[in-house]
């Protein structure tokens, strides 16, 4: 088993979104470990927030079993551009989808480009989100509560909506969550109101995409190294992120990245409506 790092980590702060290139230790999203073996092959995905953290592993393991990809994200072009090298090195085909997800319109612009591009979308990754730490109920505006749901559960609604007229029997939605959908980070409150809606809402639109043929499934991880973290928490929280955890530190992205690979291939053709844990054994019940 290869050996991750154990905090502490150096103190350290990014602005939103964050870069993964100037985070230390380096988050490994698998660019020189992931092996594929065929699994999705022929695919097409579409993944949001996949210029970074993981997005980025989910899009370099979809490559390597085979998938082509679209990789939306905010405005991080050095990041995504990154992992669109990964992807074509995999000899999969690619396309960059910059731009804000609380617009309703690039909600939209995003299915209907990975369409123009690719004919169909069989796997769709929702995965971006925004979160900020507030110490104080009183800190938090009006404006950065609607925000954080816009950009986390509303344009879920909206990307779905649009992408589902474009997937065919046997497709998969994947639905990021967090281990704070049921076990809220009281200075994270609005992030983790969202954690909880998204739970809910796949549990929901997996009994309404059954009779279609379409897999709905979230995933909730624990603490993983991500621009994330260190664009919104502060650095004594980063430098110690994760060490509560039964395993001792945060998961890196590439330890996330296999169970969206087992949910979106054809060999989880019955899973569906479930939320999977990668908590490092902090317990999901
Ligand atoms: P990350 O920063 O690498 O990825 C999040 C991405 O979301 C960013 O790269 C950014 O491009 C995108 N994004 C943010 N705001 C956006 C906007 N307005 N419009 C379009 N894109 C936007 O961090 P990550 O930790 O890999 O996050 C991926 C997912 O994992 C998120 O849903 C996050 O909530 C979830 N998650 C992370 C952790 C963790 O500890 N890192 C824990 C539980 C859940
Ligand atoms: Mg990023």
Not at 24 to 49: F, H, M, N, Q, W
Not at 63 to 76: C, F, H, I, K, P
Request: overall charge negative; aromatic content about 8%.
């Amino acid at each position: 088993m290869p050996s991750y790092p154990r905090p502490p980590f150096p103190p350290q702060q990014q602005s939103v979104p964050g870069s993964q290139r100037a985070m230390d230790p380096y988050p490994d999203s698998g660019e020189e470990s992931y092996r594929g073996s065929g699994r999705l092959s022929g695919k097409v995905a579409l993944i949001t927030g996949a210029d970074s953290g993981i997005g980025r592993a989910v899009a370099i393991a979809f490559a390597r079993e085979g998938a082509d990809v679209a990789l939306a994200y905010l405005d991080e072009h050095e990041d995504a551009r990154e992992t669109a090298r990964w992807v074509e090195q995999a000899g999969r085909q690619c396309v960059l989808l910059p731009g804000d997800l609380a617009e309703k319109q690039h909600c939209l612009d995003i299915v209907s480009k990975t369409v123009e591009q690719f004919g169909r979308i069989n796997v769709l990754v929702n995965n971006a989100a925004y979160q900020m730490t507030h110490h104080y109920l009183a800190d938090i505006s009006d404006d950065e509560w609607v925000r954080t749901f816009d950009i986390n559960i509303t344009a879920m609604f909206r990307i779905c909506q649009a992408a589902v007229p474009h997937m065919s029997a046997g497709s998969s939605i994947i639905n990021t969550s967090s281990i704070n959908s049921d076990a809220p980070k009281p200075t994270l409150l609005a992030y983790a109101a969202t954690k909880g809606a998204i739970a809910n809402f796949t549990a929901g639109l997996a009994q309404l995409l059954g009779e279609k043929g379409i897999r709905v499934n979230s995933v909730a991880p624990g603490p993983i190294w991500t621009p994330l973290i260190v664009s919104t928490m502060p650095p004594d929280e980063v430098s110690h992120f994760g060490e509560q955890t039964p395993l001792g530190r945060p998961g890196q992205p590439v330890e996330v990245a296999p169970i969206y690979v087992l949910l979106a291939s054809d060999e989880s053709s019955y899973v569906s409506g479930s939320r999977f844990g990668v908590t490092g054994g902090k317990p999901i019940l």
